[in-house]
């Protein structure tokens, strides 16, 4: 399922529990018949008791391994492990995992990702056109970019490689144990009519008509150790499609997630000062802060990240005022929810919605 072609109802949801919503199961079905797939076979080849087309199914969700087993028999039926997210090349069905293979026994993510490009230049399927695919790394801003432009010149390919991009930088999070958090991202194509897919992947700026297509993060993410064996690639390789495309999988290696689990989702109460957070965690200040360093993040960016994500889920909702989102995001003032919100996402609450 290309990340251009996401619901936009659900753009902004939250994590689903290990369910898939209905919609992302039909989005990749409608998918398969433009492209002349027969998607009665892959249904059963993927054990589906129910055809989620039909307009007579009341069923609301799928399982996490549903969404896998149909992702896996698009790609194989039409030959493209990409799933078409890579427009200007092919990827014959067993290449991600030589890929990610090829990655995990890197002595860090730079070295991986320098890997994963190698592995993309030399033994992809090109259509003929020069391949842009590098790292940036802006020492100043100690950030990092992700860069990919593809040789397909329609809008909308270069809408589904930025969303590729995104779905990259989920694998490699899983692989060192960390959430690496986008902070921008930048398109080389036109902002689309439809943002659904946008959304889903990017809760962050994003500048359109660019020279490339990029996914920028913090640059120490980079120096981080591959945290991951053979045997649990294997195992996430199994669900893959629903982990970079649904929901990432989480990971409790890093501090990051242990305070994001401490902060919770109701934030009208106060968050917990450093130093609080420094008893809750049974370390010493200046050990909290080395271990955030490391992860390319603070304590300030985790807690505004949280408030973020809970205020595009309460959004995306029917019957809430932006005023009554700001209030329970944990802003007093609207008007400084207004600004926060921007600059995060890029865009207003209002615009947003």
Known sequence: MRGADLPGSLAAARPYNETVPMEFT???????????????????????????????????????????RLC???????????????????TPPGTMRLIALSMLNSRSLAAALKRAIEFNAVCRVRQGAQLI?????????????????????????????LCGLAMWLRFCGWLIGQHIDITEASCAGPRPGF???????????????????SV???ARHLDATIARTEEQLEAFLKLAPYHVVIDPLATTLGITHRIRE???????EE???????????????????????KEGTSYQRIKDNARRDVAISLLSRDG????????????SDPSAFHRSFKKWTGQSPGSYR
């Open 72 to 90: 896996v028999g698009l790609f194989r039926a039409i030959g493209d492990e990409s799933g078409g997210i890579m427009p200007d090349v092919q």
């Open 262 to 268: 401490i902060l919770g989702d109701d934030f009208r």
């Open 133 to 161: 695919n590098r790292v940036e790394v802006n020492s100043e801003r100690k950030e990092a970019s992700l860069c990919y432009l593809s040789g397909d010149d329609r809008p909308e390919a270069q809408h589904s490689v």
């Open 26 to 68: 039909r989005a990749l079905l409608a998918q398969a018949r433009t492209r002349g797939v027969d998607v009665g076979a892959i249904l059963r080849a993927a054990g589906f008791p129910f055809d989620p087309l039909r307009q007579s199914v009341q069923t609301v969700f799928v399982s996490r391994e549903q969404y896998s």
């Open 216 to 218: 920028t993060f913090s």
């Open 195 to 213: 943002m659904a897919g946008m959304r889903h992947f990017f809760p962050c700026p994003v500048a359109y008509d660019q020279r490339i297509n």
């Open 271 to 293: 968050m917990p000062s450093f130093e609080e957070l420094t008893q809750l965690l049974n370390m010493s200040a200046r050990t909290l802060r080395r271990r955030l360093e």
């Open 320 to 331: 809430l005022t932006v005023s009554e989102v700001a209030e329970q995001t944990g802003f």
